[in-house]
């Protein structure tokens, strides 16, 4: 890689890293392990980067292998731990901050931890990332009508989650 | 609210501090692994290559190219005709290698081939020791039993018939071959004529022709005739030979 693509790489990671990171850690509930999938997304990215670099679309790579190395490092895991854990957001409950503010985080990712892996990117990329639903279904590598019926099935799945009965989510099937 | 999801998952992600990608680590990172992939590719592609080139050479090495033949299995003379005593030609076929006067010659054993012709049925050849040439003929595959009709040279020309025996071989048929030398200096274009009326072109090389052509003529029978004329650049064509 010459010179100047490896500033332009070397720029890309100081401004979208956090970003990828961000994504990252809502489909795994783990700081760490969200840190390992961008890690991992960014090498990718950096062997791929003179191609990118040429050609474009580096912002949409970039997306997909982060979501890519998050959902293969779960599915490393064992298949009984719950993504995130009970324990995981206690232990990161921050004890300053205002106890409303902590609550609704911790009730949206324990609600996101237990949705399967599929239907949790469609959410966090659908209403987090902003994707369309072809964006999205890009970045899972599967048919808009899969990420259509993913995303309604796991927002029935939040509206009957017990800690978001107080939210309306039914406006997002819209 | 629409913003409600976005702003819960905004809130969870915000609460974490900032991911800071120690970006020297990650390039020099980077820059090990796609040393590491080259490196790996170049292994992968030479390992490729010489599997590929072994096995060639393997099977390349199973093609007997020395100027010692291998022994055939031995030909039981069958015919009444009194023949020369048949030598071992190449691959287990049967054959002849006699000399230019048609007595048998332990041809196959000399180490240079001038030049050959081949065809479905066999091949005919002309080796040289260091002073003697042989004129060969290999009948392959089942061979034929009743290989040898000699052929010594005679007005100018070794004429042999051979067998034509199976893999499509034509009942009635048989091989002829013709083979002879040429004047030293510029080689004429050879062309043969042979009974059947047709012409065909014999393979010139080192002072020396053969030519091998399937014809109608029953095995075993007569030797048909066969007319070589010679055709020299800026000339006419002539008769050389005929028999």
């Given at each position: 890689?010459?010179?100047e693509?490896?500033?332009?790489?070397?720029?890309?990671?100081?401004?979208?890293?956090?970003?990828?990171?961000?994504?990252?850690?809502?489909?795994?509930?783990?700081?760490?392990?969200?840190?390992?999938?961008?890690?991992?997304?960014?090498?990718?990215?950096?062997?791929?980067?003179?191609?990118?670099?040429?050609?474009?679309?580096?912002?949409?790579?970039?997306?997909?292998?982060?979501?890519?190395?998050?959902?293969?490092?779960?599915?490393?895991?064992?298949?009984?731990?719950?993504?995130g854990?009970?324990?995981y957001?206690?232990?990161?409950?921050?004890?300053?901050?205002?106890?409303?503010?902590?609550?609704?985080?911790?009730?949206?990712?324990?609600?996101?931890?237990?949705?399967?892996?599929?239907?949790?990117?469609?959410?966090?990329?659908?209403?987090?990332?902003?994707?369309?639903?072809?964006?999205?279904?890009?970045?899972l590598?599967?048919?808009?009508?899969?990420?259509?019926?993913?995303?309604?099935?796991?927002?029935?799945?939040l509206?009957?989650?017990?800690?978001?009965?107080?939210?309306?989510?039914?406006?997002?099937?819209? | 609210?629409?913003?409600?999801?976005?702003?819960?998952?905004?809130?969870?992600?915000?609460?974490?501090?900032?991911?800071?990608?120690?970006?020297?680590?990650?390039?020099r990172?980077?820059?090990?692994?796609?040393?590491?992939?080259?490196?790996?590719?170049?292994?992968?592609?030479?390992?490729?290559?010489?599997v590929?080139?072994?096995?060639?050479t393997?099977?390349?090495?199973?093609?007997?190219?020395?100027?010692?033949?291998?022994?055939a299995?031995?030909?039981?003379?069958?015919?009444?005709?009194?023949?020369?005593?048949?030598?071992?030609?190449?691959?287990?076929?049967?054959?002849?290698?006699?000399?230019?006067?048609?007595?048998?010659?332990?041809?196959?054993?000399?180490?240079?081939?001038?030049?050959?012709?081949?065809?479905?049925?066999?091949?005919?050849?002309?080796?040289?020791?260091?002073?003697?040439i042989?004129?060969?003929?290999t009948?392959?595959?089942?061979?034929?039993?009743?290989?040898v009709?000699?052929?010594?040279?005679?007005?100018?020309?070794?004429?042999?018939?051979?067998?034509?025996?199976?893999?499509?071989?034509?009942?009635?048929?048989?091989?002829?071959?013709?083979?002879?030398?040429?004047?030293?200096?510029?080689?004429?274009?050879?062309?043969?004529?042979?009974?059947?009326?047709?012409?065909?072109?014999?393979?010139?090389?080192?002072?020396?022709?053969?030519?091998?052509?399937?014809?109608?003529?029953?095995?075993p029978?007569?030797?048909?005739?066969?007319?070589?004329?010679?055709k020299?650049?800026?000339?006419?064509?002539?008769?050389?030979?005929?028999?």
């Amino acid at each position: 890689m010459d010179s100047e693509a490896e500033s332009e790489y070397t720029a890309f990671v100081t401004h979208h890293a956090n970003a990828m990171w961000r994504t990252a850690y809502l489909l795994c509930g783990d700081r760490r392990r969200a840190e390992d999938a961008t890690q991992e997304a960014l090498l990718r990215l950096y062997r791929r980067w003179p191609r990118l670099y040429r050609k474009g679309g580096i912002v949409a790579y970039a997306r997909k292998v982060v979501v890519s190395a998050t959902l293969d490092g779960l599915r490393r895991r064992s298949s009984t731990e719950l993504v995130g854990g009970a324990t995981y957001f206690t232990a990161e409950a921050d004890p300053t901050d205002h106890v409303g503010r902590a609550e609704r985080r911790l009730v949206i990712t324990q609600a996101l931890a237990e949705l399967p892996e599929r239907q949790r990117a469609c959410v966090v990329l659908r209403y987090f990332d902003d994707l369309s639903v072809d964006e999205t279904a890009d970045v899972l590598g599967c048919r808009p009508g899969t990420v259509k019926s993913q995303t309604m099935r796991a927002l029935d799945k939040l509206q009957l989650h017990p800690t978001l009965a107080d939210f309306n989510l039914a406006e997002l099937k819209n | 609210m629409t913003n409600q999801l976005k702003d819960l998952m905004t809130e969870a992600a915000d609460a974490q501090a900032p991911y800071v990608p120690d970006v020297d680590l990650l390039v020099r990172t980077g820059r090990k692994q796609v040393r590491r992939r080259r490196v790996t590719t170049a292994i992968a592609t030479a390992a490729a290559v010489a599997v590929i080139a072994g096995a060639t050479t393997i099977a390349v090495g199973t093609i007997d190219r020395s100027e010692n033949l291998p022994v055939a299995p031995a030909v039981t003379p069958t015919s009444q005709v009194t023949r020369p005593e048949i030598s071992a030609p190449p691959g287990g076929s049967t054959g002849l290698c006699t000399t230019a006067d048609g007595s048998a010659s332990d041809g196959w054993l000399w180490p240079k081939v001038v030049l050959y012709v081949q065809d479905t049925f066999g091949m005919s050849m002309v080796r040289r020791s260091k002073s003697n040439i042989a004129f060969c003929t290999t009948e392959w595959g089942n061979g034929a039993k009743l290989s040898v009709v000699p052929g010594g040279a005679k007005a100018g020309i070794v004429l042999r018939k051979s067998a034509a025996e199976g893999r499509g071989a034509k009942p009635g048929s048989s091989v002829t071959t013709v083979f002879g030398t040429v004047p030293a200096g510029t080689p004429p274009r050879v062309t043969v004529e042979t009974a059947d009326g047709y012409v065909g072109v014999a393979k010139v090389k080192d002072g020396y022709f053969v030519y091998r052509r399937v014809e109608h003529s029953p095995w075993p029978g007569p030797i048909p005739h066969a007319i070589v004329r010679f055709k020299y650049a800026g000339k006419a064509e002539y008769v050389a030979a005929s028999r």
